[in-house]
């Protein structure tokens, strides 16, 4: 028979949560909401990349993953009348909403803040409408904005509707300020009714609790009007009721856990959400789902999921995390939202570029560019390993060209980039088809010879062209049709005369 939820997919959306709360989820659908948005902190957050087993030692890049930046606009006026007028959500918005959004217009005006909350106000209503009437939903925030949210939980929610205002509590270094320190963020709980789902989350007495309160005896306990005694082992596993603090340490560098997403929150904070308020096969959504913690352990826990980004490289980060804990793409969860033909790629090229670049160098599995302008020319970085150089390490750049037309130009420009870079070869990927004349142009550059043996120069060597091309077309065969260094260990080395491939020894 199969479970009440069987009809859900867990399933990563790429694209803008209100678009698809609004159009791709029905009513009363999801149990579970945890949204941990942007903080409106006035901050840009940028993606480390840590590089994948066998690559070069140190070899990090970063990316811009999101502004937190927010200013009064077009985007935001749009928000603002949308709402009011009830164009942009698949319900109206109930009055006091209304009423609340025009107060802060007129106490705040148009600036950063309201342009905030006028993103945020018409995304909450979409996941009203979508929590079931047993559904809870928290969400996370910092003092900078949590006054103002607050604010738009209850006139979403209603006051009624609110259950607690948790307190994360962390430690970390700190430094000479004159105020006090900062160490928690706030997340406000509320539930759709008063009917919801909550499992009591006991924390364990500690060893000095259970010494003081038993004396190093047994308890006694009323069970029903029948009384029962519990050994000290047994009173340590019941514990207390959990708080409304939280205290659960920062994800460390070192951590296994750890991806280098700039705003991860520990695993172990999503799972008392997700146990408390939700049971096994309920669907969980997080519409703001980052690098993917909340998916990751609503897949651990046994429960349906749905995790919506706006970037790509969110998407890619929690797709290669939850394949490297054995969870395949197209077996045990869907992407809807990316390329899946050179049509929808195109489409994506025109409507945001530079999440197309994004999406052409993670086909590549290369580490993205650092930022989105003033990149050098550097779309994407191929790191190998290279025995022959006095760092070991060999460099490939990409650059991606999302626009309708090609030209001899388009090469010399990687040629200079190449050298400016001190890279070992490049590859162009382009919209259309490259010209003869661009090929033409490659071919001036020769070929790299990359060697696993030193001193040998032959028999255990592979030629790479200095410049390559792909076609978005050519992005969806398998394998790619150009030739890269093999992902190889630096112990590992070929026989003489052993044939050497794209992935490695044959």
């Known amino acids: ?265 520990p695993e172990k904070l999503l799972e008392r959400i997700v146990k408390a308020s939700s049971n096994k096969d309920d669907v969980v959504l997080d519409p703001f789902c980052g690098c993917g913690t909340t998916v990751a352990v609503a897949q651990k826990l046994g429960r349906q999921w749905i995790g919506i980004d706006i970037t790509y490289l969110a998407i890619d980060v929690i797709a290669k995390r939850l394949e490297s804990s054995g969870f395949k793409k197209g077996v045990v969860f869907e992407i809807e939202g990316e390329p899946t033909d050179a049509y929808s790629a195109e489409k994506l090229a025109k409507q945001d570029p530079f999440q197309f670049q994004i999406w052409c160098v993670s086909k590549l599995n290369a580490t993205q560019s650092q930022v989105k302008t003033g990149d050098e020319g550097v779309d994407g970085i191929f790191n190998f390993f290279d025995p022959t150089k006095p760092n070991k390490a060999g460099k490939g750049v990409i650059q991606v060209k999302g626009t309708q037309t090609v030209n001899p130009a388009m090469v010399r420009d990687l040629k200079g980039t190449i050298k400016s870079q001190n890279a070992d070869f490049g590859i162009l990927i382009t919209l259309k088809k490259p010209t003869q004349g661009m090929r033409s142009e490659a071919l001036k550059e020769g070929e790299y010879k990359l060697c696993y043996i030193e001193g040998i120069e032959m028999e255990a060597q592979q030629k790479i062209p200095k410049i390559q091309f792909l076609t978005v077309e050519d992005l969806f065969k398998e394998p790619l049709p150009i030739k890269l260094p093999p992902v190889i260990s630096a112990f590992k080395k070929p026989k003489i005369g052993q044939e050497i491939d794209q992935e490695g020894l044959l």
């Not at 694209?15 to 942007?38: E, F």
């Not at 106490?107 to 995304?123: D, I, K, N, Q, T």
Request: glycine share 8%.
């Open 1 to 265: 028979m199969p479970n009440k939820n069987s009809f859900w997919k867990n399933k990563l959306y790429f694209g803008d949560n209100l678009d698809i709360l609004r159009d791709k989820i029905a009513g009363t659908s999801v149990d579970l909401i945890y949204l941990d948005p942007p903080f409106q902190s006035g901050r840009s957050y940028n993606q480390i990349f840590q590089p994948q087993t066998g690559e070069v030692k140190g070899a990090t890049a970063q990316i811009q993953a999101f502004e937190d930046t927010w200013g009064w606009g077009e985007e935001a006026e749009k928000n603002y009348r949308g709402l009011l007028t009830g164009e942009i959500n698949k319900e109206k918005p109930n009055q006091k909403l209304i009423e609340l959004m025009k107060a802060m217009r007129g106490y705040l005006g148009e600036v950063s803040m309201m342009a905030y909350l006028s993103m945020m106000a018409p995304r909450l209503l979409e996941m009203r409408r979508v929590l079931k009437d047993t559904g809870s939903i928290y969400l996370h925030c910092d003092p900078t904005a949590s006054h103002y949210l607050k604010l738009l939980m209850d006139a979403v929610f209603g006051v009624s509707s609110f259950r607690n205002e948790i307190i994360w509590h962390y430690r970390r270094w700190t430094a000479a300020a004159k105020k006090f320190q900062r160490l928690h963020d706030v997340i406000f709980f509320y539930t759709k009714t008063d009917n919801y789902t909550f499992n009591q989350t006991l924390i364990p007495y500690t060893e000095g609790s259970v010494q003081r309160k038993t004396g190093g005896v047994l308890h006694r306990f009323k069970k029903g009007e029948e009384p029962y005694l519990v050994s000290d082992k047994e009173l340590q596993s019941k514990g207390v009721s959990a708080n409304d603090v939280f205290q659960i340490p920062f994800v460390a560098p070192s951590a296994k856990e750890r991806i280098g997403y700039p705003t991860q929150k």
